[in-house]
Every structure is written in C-alpha cells, then in structure tokens.
C-alpha cells in the first residue's frame, strides 16, 4: 500500500526493463477502483485510450523513452471503504515505429449512427 491523504499529489513512474534500447512505453489507459477485484463496474478514468480524463492529471519529464511518469490528485470514492485502487495498462512498441499504438495518442471512438 501507498498512503496519501485527499487531495495530495501521488507521483506514478512505470519502467520498462529491457536490454533492447529500441522500446518505448505509452501508458494507454489507468483507472481507479474502490476493489482490487472489479475495474468495471465502479471505476473511475484516470486515462482511456490515451486520452486524459481526469484534470489533475500531468506528465513528467523523463530523461528514458522506456520511463513514463505521471501524477494526479488523490481521491476518495463516496460510500465506499477509504482504499482506492489503480489499474493501468501500457503499451510496448519499437521506437520510431510511426504507425504503432505508441504514437498514435488519444483515440476517441467514434459514435455509429443508428439506421432505422
């Protein structure tokens, strides 16, 4: 467990170990939950899809293409126990592979149209 109080900043860095220089990270989507078990149902979009959904949120600087940092403001689920739990899901891909997941960033879906 990491504690924190409300509101405080926590501070994330994720690093890849790899002898192989040629990989980056690209975190694709963290969200929190009040269970470890459950990232359905009640949960809480740090980021999806490379797409930042919560305003506290901020990347680093990192001197290393394998090393992502990033923080947001801690918080409380409402009605549930005092833990929150984070869940992110990182992308591996080739450095300078221009058409890989790792430099595409944000993708909103796009809604279909219903037909009648």
């Known amino acids: 467990p990491y504690y924190v ?26 969200v929190a939950s009040p269970t470890p078990y459950n990232f359905t149902s009640v949960t809480y979009d740090i980021i999806r899809n490379g797409c930042v959904r919560d305003s506290t949120y901020a990347t680093y600087y990192s001197p290393y293409k394998h090393m992502i940092r990033f923080k947001f403001k801690a918080f409380q689920f409402i009605r549930y126990n005092p833990s929150v739990y984070l869940q992110c ?4 891909c080739r450095a300078y592979d221009y058409s890989s997941r790792c430099y595409q960033g944000c993708i909103t879906r796009s809604k279909r149209e219903a037909s009648s």
């Open 89 to 92: 899901e990182l992308v591996v």
């Open 5 to 30: 109080d409300i509101n405080q900043n926590l501070f994330v860095e994720a690093i890849l170990h790899s002898s192989d220089s040629d990989l980056i990270l690209f975190l694709d989507t963290c």
